[in-house]
């Protein structure tokens, strides 16, 4: 729908930037009916709702020529969770309200205290800025907040789930109760609507999008399937696969972002990253980077990432699997913006995979379960991609078709075109090797040759750190095979099973006796010939262990001891005080250890 009847110069403002028809949550807030009133909007990340709030504050701002002149404090609040979002929303009420002559003032933290002191002393009409930075400035005397007209609270569950409860009732609190609160959430939890119902009046509640579409229909979702030690040459072949324009790589700790930023800068990615570790100089330094295209990836943490718009961004992978659903739609939510088409991939370790179903069916979001692209997959995309690019229609200087001239002189038209395939093709990382049984999908599919398989079993698993990459070389080393011989292998706790062909099985089992003797009283990994696979040797572990039921009736049956006697046994040990616990064995303090081949 077209806009509502505006001041002149907020119209002009509109015009100017290509704004022909309100979005649907810009004309909800404009409706007659929210006129004056507090409001309570949840709309999607990109759905335009800076200029939203900014246009619902215009009567209490501007006068009937649209204009507004000095103040000798603030008539709006806009509080924001991060820098960057503070500073995207002072850009966008910039623009649109240059003309009525109201100044916009940003507070954020990372910045110098004492400039914006100045600033806020200058008679700003808009103040921006981020709860603790806007608190600190109010305790200190530099915000007056006595004619405030309407506070505006942006993405008020992510201020919430960053712990800014007390520093957002420090400063409602020293509002005046006349004023108009108007709070913008994706999501609607619990803290949300008490914060509502304490600091607004018979609030309108305006939804912009239906629960089914809370996952973004602009957004399509995959989900890969690995084990933990291929996550990073997951995250490759990712990358790789689909060439995105500007991609996001989530994780939970700035120690992880450190180490994948490294590792994709050392496999020749064009990479930043951003954490709660980095100044804002360097953030700017790196969002920067992604805007004008000298990166392509960034590594950030969720808290890190909030308010980045970046207009390219079609990726989201999220490496570490989100914490609840608002954090997967907060994530996903940086792509797809504004109809723009988006891709999240959440990689998701085996174990992880229920849990990972379950979120996605609360969040009403259809993700297709995928293999992690291979290498043959990533080559037949990139075919495509060049073919694509050096098939465009392009316009040459007479000096380069002097240069092709020149180079159809001393080589064929094949071997330029092989040569310009290879110079392409060397600027890309290469793609990573994935171990073939780390897709779900592989691990019940029976390669030829693997229909009658036996059960090995070893005596190590997770505790002590087994791991795929060496546990395959000593497989093989200690039967005399390839790993072309190896069916699947389940790593479990405390030991490991995996499958080899029965042809060969008692090849196999002489093999690893003999190589066990060999090594003599060093200590040995040992491996044996299993009649139960992993599934039933874990169903009898279960079945031997007594039940809480059959313990507890034991304990009720069991007669206590008379008043006033010890029990037999009870007492001090030889040589041991009265009151003195007993000493462990010296043997419970040493754990049996491997080396990694």
Not at 100 to 127: D, F, Q, W, Y
Not at 550 to 576: E, H, I, L, T, Y
Request: a positive charge; hydrophobic letters at 40%; charged letters at 30%.
């Amino acid at each position: 729908m077209t806009f509502p009847a505006l001041p002149a110069t907020i119209e002009a403002a509109l015009a100017e930037r290509g704004y022909a028809a309100a979005t649907p949550v810009q004309a909800e807030v404009l409706r007659p009916e929210a006129a004056g009133r507090d409001l309570v909007v949840s709309a999607q990340t990109g759905s335009g709702k800076t200029v939203a709030f900014g246009l619902a504050m215009v009567p209490e701002l501007l006068g009937s020529e649209g204009k507004i002149g000095f103040v000798e404090a603030p008539r709006a609040l806009v509080i924001t969770p991060t820098r960057e979002l503070a500073l995207q929303v002072s850009r966008e009420l910039e623009w649109l309200y240059q003309r009525t002559g109201a100044r916009v003032a940003t507070c954020v933290g990372g910045m110098n205290p004492s400039a914006e002191r100045k600033v806020l002393h200058s008679g700003p009409a808009i103040v921006v800025g981020t709860p603790g930075r806007l608190r600190d400035h109010f305790e200190r005397g530099a915000l007056d907040l006595s004619q405030l007209a309407v506070a505006v609270l942006d993405e008020a569950d992510e201020m919430l789930d960053m712990g800014f409860r007390e520093e957002l009732e420090a400063i409602l609190d020293a509002t005046p109760e006349t004023r108009r609160t108007l709070l913008f959430s994706a999501t609607m939890p619990r803290p949300i609507e008490a914060l509502a119902r304490r600091y607004q009046h018979e609030a309108l509640r305006i939804a912009t999008i239906s629960e089914g579409d809370r996952g973004h229909g602009d957004i399509a979702y995959q989900a890969v399937t690995v084990s933990p030690p291929e996550v990073e040459n997951a995250v490759v072949n990712l990358l790789r696969f689909h060439e995105a324009e500007t991609a996001i790589l989530f994780c939970a700790t700035r120690e992880k972002v450190r180490h994948l930023h490294a590792t994709l800068q050392e496999r020749g990615f064009a990479v930043v990253a951003l954490s709660g570790e980095h100044s804002q100089s360097e953030r700017n330094q790196a969002l920067q980077a992604l805007r004008d295209g000298r990166a392509r990836v960034c590594v950030a943490t969720d808290v890190a990432a909030r308010g980045i718009d970046l207009p390219t961004l079609s990726l989201v992978v999220h490496v570490e699997i989100p914490r609840d659903v608002e954090t997967l739609q907060h994530r996903s939510g940086r792509t797809g913006r504004a109809g723009r088409k988006g891709i999240a991939v959440l990689i998701v370790p085996f174990s992880a995979r229920r849990r990972v179903d379950a979120m996605l069916n609360r969040a009403r979001i259809n993700a297709e379960w995928q293999d992690v692209p291979d290498r043959e997959m990533i080559a037949h995309r990139d075919r495509e991609r060049l073919l694509g690019k050096l098939l465009a229609p392009t316009e040459f200087d007479e000096a380069d078709r002097e240069l092709a001239h020149q180079l159809l002189e001393e080589r064929s038209p094949e071997d330029i075109a092989a040569m310009l395939v290879q110079a392409h093709r060397a600027r890309m990382p290469e793609p990573e090797e994935i171990a073939a049984n780390t897709s779900e999908a592989q691990k019940e599919r029976h390669r030829p040759g693997f229909e009658d398989t036996v059960w090995f079993r070893m005596d190590i698993g997770r505790s002590v750190g087994a791991d795929p990459r060496w546990l395959l070389p000593l497989i093989c080393r200690r039967g005399h095979i390839t790993r072309n011989e190896i069916g699947a292998i389940r790593i479990g706790q405390a030991e490991t099973y995996f499958q080899i062909p029965r042809a060969i099985a008692d090849k196999y089992a002489a093999s690893a006796a003999r190589t066990a003797e060999a090594q003599g009283d060093e200590e040995v990994v040992h491996i044996e010939r299993s009649d139960a696979g992993p599934r039933e040797a874990a169903r009898t572990n279960r079945q031997r262990r007594p039940s809480r039921s059959s313990a507890d009736n034991a304990f009720v049956k069991a007669k206590p001891p008379a008043r006033g006697f010890a029990k037999p046994g009870a007492g001090p040990k030889p040589g041991q005080k009265p009151g003195q616990k007993p000493s462990k064995p010296a043997h419970h303090k040493h754990k049996r250890k491997f080396k990694q081949p």
